[in-house]
């Protein structure tokens, strides 16, 4: 079992400390490597001293100390000791390697790579340092664990900087690192950095919280004592022993709770927290049983993190119920593993008997990092999509076969559908939350099963980027968008680029041909022809100047004609450019939930058009289908998968409308009612003509409008002659 973490600066520590520190639970550790390491640490760094006037080496030290409470292996401790001596000491990575290993030298590179490059602004760098961390973390775990034992430290440190810079590394140990931790599972320097940043973000605060845990301290250690006592007493009753720990919860927890609810500290009550530690699951939830039969349990305020473990693997019950005295506290059930895990994370899955070498230990969240890196080109998007992901939890939701997943909080399931696939997010049009269909927008809750529908037609929508929450899903659908944005201007830039070609009696093959494009792509400093297509589609490159550039062109055309080939060029260039705009403005008639791409049909049985008013629902693998309110075929049960739909205004297509008319039967009525319509500028697109009795004549019309007002003129016009009797939309 893990003892209680005391991360404390220590000025004196020895080697000999370290590794009697390290027998206690890695006997068969190579320690000559070790006193190795630690006289070399000490030779690299001699003459260097501390912004506290302390001499350097106490820094490393205090470091891989960290790792030894964290329960490391030898080659992070190693590491631990050695990680500034080639940022610092101008020592060669490969000299590490000959010296040591190549696992050591690793760690060390990707810790020096971190901190090592310089940019123009505190943002970039900040952001930068951040995605080489993930890059390097991607290779081996160890680097980030031992970069937040180092953090640690830094921080236990901080008074001796500038206010300016404590708040500044304050800010990032809150905004990257404390995540990190959380994500990781080691909550114990999750807890330990959190305070730490309130002690330097948030000084007044801090000292006054700590003043008044103070002041009750000889009141809460009573407490704390006498309810331990009474705790494994009842626990006796029934002959389960465990090991009782009770503790007030640490500042930054507690000012959290004072800051979401709106009270003062002396108005919180929930502050102690208590953990019973057993020997297997099955006591577990005999002990939760005991607590919840002895005290009366807070509603809503019990999780089975056992059962549904966290990302992080973290497991544990947790239940706040009314202890002695009245008082409030929360309780953790867990076995002696489970605790172990909670407090050191990872690194309580290092088996080090078996020497598990760099890189057998990726977790897949870290994989999911590596793909983001990739398809995020811009460092504070990057570090915004992965911050964002690794602050997860809240929402706990089940799969049809009863898998779980846990994703953040407002989470839809779009979210979801992308944590299944990056393909099954591609083609979502909707999810079946506990068997009954919702849109895109809902908002997932724990305990929900849900299915996720698709269709082979649907797509991405810039649109769903505003519905979406997890770093994961936001970086998927960007990285489709620009992939489909930079073909449509690849084609765009193609087409403009051969009809360019055509005015000099030329093409894009001919040009080939010549070898002209390498010329022109090395002109304008492209990668390829490729980019310099979709330069010139978006606009970047202007068309005329590469033309003018390509040498077999030159041959052809005398200067006097070239102004009026170019001028011809910039003429249809912005037409297709323009024509081009036109077509991205009317992806789709109808607009739903404010997004104007989705798959969306209109039905056959009532045919909306522009005005008419409209309902929408979600159909499975046909995706929204949308019938004007007054449709007799909307029922209900449908009404219950409805969305918000409305008419894009921005669309100029014409619709298709059904209508009857019914007239005297008269020679020629057919042209008459056809050219009352034509002449209107509407295209018939079908007719059909019989007749009924008492001389009347019934025909049907399929005409094209382009919304209801139009429709209402030409139905107006057709009952404007004098043989019509009615006219109706069908």
């Known amino acids: 079992m893990v003892n209680n973490f005391d991360f404390s600066h220590e000025r004196d ?90 696992a050591v030298a690793q760690i060390v590179v990707g810790l020096t790579k971190i901190s090592k490059i310089k940019f123009k602004t505190k943002e970039e760098s900040q952001a930068e340092n951040f995605r080489k961390m993930v890059v390097a973390m991607a290779k081996d775990i160890r680097v980030i664990i031992v970069k937040l034992a180092d953090r640690m430290h830094n921080m236990r440190t901080l008074q001796y900087v500038s206010e300016e810079k404590q708040k500044k590394i304050a800010k990032e140990t809150l905004d990257i690192y404390v995540p990190l931790a959380t994500r990781l599972g080691i909550n114990s320097v999750k807890s330990e950095l959190e305070d730490l940043c309130l002690r330097f973000l948030k000084p007044e605060t801090y000292y006054e919280l700590r003043e008044k845990v103070a002041m009750k301290k000889s009141e809460r250690e009573s407490y704390i004592k006498d309810t331990r006592n009474i705790l494994i007493e009842k626990l006796n009753e029934y002959s389960l022993k465990a090991e009782v720990k009770g503790r007030p919860k640490h500042f930054y927890s507690i000012y959290k709770k004072i800051a979401n609810r709106g009270v003062d500290y ?85 088996k080090y008997k078996e020497g598990i070498a760099s890189g057998t230990n990726k977790l897949e969240w870290v994989q999911e990092l590596l793909d983001y890196n990739q398809s995020v080109e811009n460092n504070s998007e990057f570090m915004y999509t992965v911050k964002n992901d690794l602050d997860i939890g809240g929402v706990f939701v089940f799969t049809p076969q009863g898998d779980v997943r846990e ?21 979502c049009v909707g999810a079946k939350i506990n068997g009954r269909i919702v849109p895109l927008r809902h908002h997932l809750k724990s305990g929900d099963t849900i299915e996720i529908l698709t269709s082979k037609t649907q797509k991405p ?40 070609c055509r005015v000099y009696g030329s093409s894009i093959k001919q040009i080939k041909k010549f070898g002209d494009e390498k010329f022109v792509v090395e002109k304008f400093n492209m990668a ?24 077999s062109l030159k041959k052809i055309v005398e200067k006097e004609e070239e102004e009026n080939k170019l001028s011809e060029i910039e003429t249809f260039s912005h037409k297709i450019k323009k024509s081009s705009r036109s077509k991205s403005n009317m992806d789709n008639a109808v607009i739903v939930d404010g997004l104007d791409d989705l798959m969306v049909r209109m039905a056959k049985c009532c045919n909306p058009i522009p005005g008419d008013s409209i309902v929408g629902y979600v159909t499975r693998g046909r995706g929204i289908t949308v019938h004007t309110k007054e449709c007799k075929r909307v029922n209900s049960t449908e009404l219950d998968r409805g969305v918000n739909v409305e008419w894009n205004p921005n669309l100029g297509i014409k619709y298709p409308v059904t209508i009857r008319v019914i007239t005297l ?20 697109r079908s007719a059909m003509a019989k007749s009924l009795p008492d001389r009347r004549g019934s025909f049907i019309f399929e005409i094209e409008v382009g919304d209801y007002s139009e429709l209402l003129k030409s139905i107006h016009n057709i009952e404007a002659l004098e043989e019509v009797i009615s006219v109706q939309r069908a």
């Open 665 to 684: 039967d008269k020679p020629g009525i057919l042209s008459l009612i056809s050219n009352q319509i034509t002449n209107q500028g509407i295209n018939i």
């Open 528 to 551: 390829n022809f490729g980019d310099l297509l979709i330069n010139i589609g978006a606009g970047k490159t202007d068309i005329k100047a590469v033309i003018q550039e390509l040498p």
């Open 13 to 102: 520590l020895d080697c000999d400390t370290l590794i009697s520190r390290v027998t206690a639970y890695y006997p068969d550790a190579d320690f000559v490597m070790l006193r190795k390491a630690f006289n070399y640490a000490t030779k690299a760094h001699e003459g260097q001293k501390r912004r506290s006037g302390e001499d350097y080496i106490i820094h490393p030290i205090n470091v891989a100390a960290t790792l030894v409470k964290l329960r490391l292996d030898l080659d992070s401790i190693i590491a631990g000791l050695l990680h500034d001596v080639v940022e610092d000491c101008g020592i060669e990575p490969t000299e590490i390697q000959d010296e040591f290993n190549p």
């Open 407 to 427: 994703l953040r909080y407002g989470a839809t399931p779009l979210d979801f559908a992308y944590a299944v696939h990056t393909e099954v997010g591609h083609k």
């Open 266 to 350: 002396d108005q919180i009550q929930d502050i102690l927290a208590f953990r019973i530690i057993v020997n297997n699951i099955t006591e577990c939830y005999k002990c939760l049983g005991i607590i919840h039969s002895s005290y009366t349990p807070i509603p809503g305020r019990f999780k089975d993190y056992i059962a549904i473990p966290k990302v992080n693997n973290y497991q544990s019950l947790h239940t706040t119920v009314i202890g002695p005295k009245a008082e409030r506290i929360e309780i953790q059930i867990r076995t002696h593993e489970m605790d172990e895990v909670a407090e050191t994370g990872v690194a309580a899955h290092w």
């Open 461 to 500: 929508s810039k649109d769903w980027l505003n519905i979406v929450k997890s770093g994961r899903a936001r970086a998927k659908i960007k990285q489709w968008l620009q992939k489909e944005d930079r073909e449509k201007k690849k084609e765009e830039g193609t087409d403009i680029f051969e009809k360019a």
